[in-house]
Structures are given as structure tokens and as C-alpha cells.
């Protein structure tokens, strides 16, 4: 069973950085076609995608928010970590990580997610 | 990137069909067989319901099926039952970025 499981401070206040760790379970981000994505959610919003980790390490980032994006994996603790740099108000919500099977196949399944407040 | 336009809203009675659209460009719906289609309830994480446009994962209803027709996909919930009525989007692979839906509401009257 595939199981992942977003982790991070609830709150974050403007111009820091944010760290959010995806702690996964029931597959390898070693394994040849593995790929774990980022996608958030403001409330009451639609989802937004931000950014992909492949097997092979390849790196891929949302165009508007490449600039304030870094996506990492830990093979060896089945971690992906995203740092988000420059946190405003607006980046509040929710964040979610997905499991993706291969390049196109699609974000299945996802973590609980979760919620991240930029305030001072 | 700009999202995929979705209709804010559509609702429909027990037992009726809906068909919710997906508008995008020839950048993305348009140049590949990768729109996903996902629903979510309140307070809950998006659970995948149609890939590659129209198949099915193992587990979702036949009632749900999904289709394109140039840069627009749907889809179709027949014989609508109450626990459908949540927010549904749909997604499309864009070259290595991916896009969102603006996402649609589906009420059951």
C-alpha cells in the first residue's frame, strides 16, 4: 500500500523560508519511472502544481515560482523535501505531495496534505 | 501556464448525467492524451478519478468516464448519486510543467 505524508511548520511568518518534508512509503524513488510532485491548495482555491522529482533525479518547476523553488529526495529515508523561499501571505495553503508512476502518468496517490499559514 | 477553465458549478438530481468540461490550449489538453480528472471532498485530499483521458483506475465507478475532443475534455458522471457531490478537477500534462482546472463544484439536487 502507497502511503505518503506531508510534514512542516503550521506557520511561517513573510520573507522566510518554508521547509516541507514528503515522508513516503510503499515504493522507491529509486526505482526506474518513480516521481513524487508538490501541489498546493489556498483555501477555497484550486489546485496549483509546483514542482516534480524524478528516480533519476531530473527536476522540474511550476514557471511563475521556479525563482523560490527547491524539490530534494532522500532515497535512503524515502523523503522528498521542498523548500520555498520569500514566503508571503498569498502562499498561504494547503500542500500536498503525490506519488506519479512515470512521466505523464498522473499525481495517485496523494498525502493527507498539509496547512501552512504565512502571517507575522 | 495558465489554468484550464472549468465551469464554476453544475448540479444535477439522483439518477441524472453530468458532464463537466475542460478548456485548454493546443499547448496542453490539445497535445496530449494526459488529462487526469480528480475529486475531492471538503476537508479531504484529491483522489484520482480518470487518466490518459478517459481509463479508469481500479476501485472508480463505471459511472465515471472521461473523453477529449480537440482542446477539451470532459467528464461524465451518470446516474449521479449523492456522495458525488464534492469539487472535481482536471489535469493536464504540459510538457514537464503540469496544469490545473479552476475547478468545478457538483452538486446533487
Known amino acids: 500500500q502507497v502511503t505518503l505524508r506531508e510534514s512542516g511548520p503550521a506557520l511561517v511568518k513573510p520573507t522566510q523560508t518554508l521547509t516541507l518534508t514528503c515522508t513516503f512509503s510503499?515504493?522507491?524513488?529509486?526505482?526506474?519511472?518513480?516521481?513524487v510532485s508538490w501541489i498546493r491548495q489556498p483555501p477555497g482555491k484550486a489546485l496549483e502544481w509546483l514542482a516534480r522529482i524524478d528516480w533519476d533525479d531530473d527536476k522540474y518547476y511550476s514557471t511563475s515560482l521556479k525563482t523560490r523553488l527547491t524539490i530534494s529526495k532522500d532515497t535512503s529515508k524515502n523523503q522528498v523535501v521542498l523548500t520555498m523561499t520569500n514566503m508571503d501571505p498569498v502562499d498561504t495553503a494547503t500542500y500536498y505531495c503525490?506519488?506519479?508512476?512515470?512521466?505523464?502518468?498522473?499525481?495517485?496517490?496523494w498525502g493527507q496534505g498539509t496547512l501552512v499559514t504565512v502571517s507575522s | 501556464q495558465s489554468a484550464l477553465t472549468q465551469p464554476a458549478s453544475v448540479s444535477g438530481s439522483p439518477g441524472q448525467s453530468i458532464t463537466i468540461s475542460c478548456t485548454g490550449t493546443s499547448s496542453d489538453v490539445g497535445s496530449y492524451n494526459l488529462v487526469s480528472w480528480y475529486q475531492q471532498h471538503p476537508g479531504k485530499a484529491p483522489k484520482l478519478m480518470i487518466y490518459e483521458v478517459s481509463k479508469r483506475p481500479s476501485g472508480v465507478s463505471n459511472r465515471f468516464s472521461g473523453s477529449k475532443s480537440g482542446n477539451t475534455a470532459s467528464l461524465t458522471i451518470s446516474g449521479l448519486q449523492a456522495e458525488d457531490e464534492a469539487d472535481y478537477y482536471c489535469?493536464?500534462?504540459?510538457?514537464?510543467?503540469?496544469?490545473f482546472g479552476t475547478g468545478t463544484k457538483v452538486t446533487v439536487l
Open positions: 510503499g515504493f522507491s524513488l529509486s526505482t526506474s519511472g518513480m516521481c
Open positions: 503525490a506519488r506519479i508512476g512515470g512521466k505523464g502518468h498522473p499525481f495517485d496517490p
Open positions: 489535469c493536464s500534462y504540459a510538457g514537464s510543467p503540469y496544469v
